[in-house]
């Protein structure tokens, strides 16, 4: 058994390698992949080829092969989305000896390897492959810490407006580790001024605004307006890997907004709304607004030490808090975006 991916310290802060990502086995044994976090996880063969056809973003979330399939090299396996509940756990049997090699297709970078040997060769034990997928959750945990220290915690002026730099990433032997959180989450801009989300990170997110309501198109496809006055706005899937194009990441590697008329516009990364990623434009008159640093603290807490919770738009702050004090409860927040707890798994299934 191996573990794909583990939790960081910190809010919403993910370690996405395999844990560990090199493993040995002999013929005839059983590899099981599993998901403890809160970030889904695939696993997929390749053998040297592209990734199946029938693999889009409506099928990403089904594996290939069933859930159970034995493996010899000649054809590509895919577990589909591999998350906490053990009826999705990846149990893969190894029949012939040899090197196989594999990806989480959803972590650009996320890779590993399935070394099989002739019956009666040494392997490590169970015990053994705990103890390498410990020392890559330590190792893991030390570099969140690193990229949350070193992240930037405020959007930066250009010559049209903000700048809102991509989510923490940092990248590390076998894969990367982000934390899904907008930095700054709150930004305060004047009239007129035009706010740029980057997403040039393998980590996928999107910038939806809703207005208040269900969704009225799809998230994971950019919106063409260029201005925003209300209603539903979204920049599609942000992100950029090498050899992944629009197939994958349909917004490319930015998303702007220009904002008119003052008021305060609250958004959310639709892959990540049910771990707390959301963010607020507050839009004052003309000449007026500044990049507000964000609530974010090292530890993804925010000042005070509580995480960032969504809110109703009521409570007059832009739909962020800073306690957990009269928060909306998870699932009250993602029925307000008019997603039901299934329909988030699905979106984000379709990074």
């Not at 013929?27 to 099981?32: C, F």
Request: charged share 10%.
């Amino acid at each position: 058994m191996a573990l794909a991916g583990g939790d960081g310290p910190g809010q919403a802060a993910y370690i996405n390698v395999f844990e560990p990502s090199s493993l040995i086995v002999t013929e005839g044994d059983s590899v099981q992949w599993r998901v403890t976090s809160g970030e889904p996880h695939t696993v997929l063969f390749l053998n040297n080829q592209p990734p199946p056809k029938e693999i889009n973003l409506d099928t990403l979330e089904n594996p290939i092969g069933g859930l159970n399939p034995s493996y010899d090299g000649t054809k590509q396996i895919y577990s589909g989305f591999i998350v906490p509940d053990p009826k999705t756990n990846y149990t893969v049997k190894f029949t012939k000896a040899g090197n196989y090699p594999f990806i989480c297709l959803i972590h650009p970078g996320m890779d590993g390897s399935v070394t099989v040997l002739s019956p009666g060769l040494f392997v490590p034990t169970q015990a053994q492959i705990d103890a390498d997928g410990k020392k890559v959750q330590a190792a893991g945990e030390a570099a969140v810490r690193r990229m949350i220290a070193a992240a930037p915690t405020a959007a930066t002026r250009s010559a049209s407006g903000w700048i809102v730099p991509a989510s923490p990433y940092l990248p590390v032997p076998g894969g990367f580790v982000a934390q899904n959180v907008f930095t700054p989450a709150r930004l305060s801009i004047g009239a007129g001024d035009t706010v740029t989300w980057m997403g040039d990170i393998p980590q996928a997110h999107t910038v939806t605004f809703t207005g208040g309501g269900p969704p009225a198109g799809d998230p994971t496809q950019p919106t063409k307006a260029k201005s925003y006055t209300g209603g539903f706005a979204s920049s599609g899937l942000l992100g950029k890997a090498p050899g992944v194009g629009p197939e994958l990441f349909t917004g490319g590697t930015s998303f702007s907004l220009t904002f008119p008329n003052p008021g305060t516009y609250t958004y959310i990364c639709i892959l990540h709304i049910d771990q707390g990623m959301a963010g607020v434009v507050e839009v004052g008159a003309p000449g007026t607004g500044g990049a507000a640093p964000s609530p974010a603290a090292p530890g993804g807490a925010l000042a005070g030490g509580a995480p960032i919770v969504v809110r109703p738009p009521a409570t007059g702050d832009g739909g962020l808090a800073g306690s957990t004090a009269a928060a909306w409860p998870l699932a009250l927040a993602v029925a307000f975006a008019g997603i039901a707890t299934l329909g988030v798994m699905r979106a984000r299934a379709r990074i």
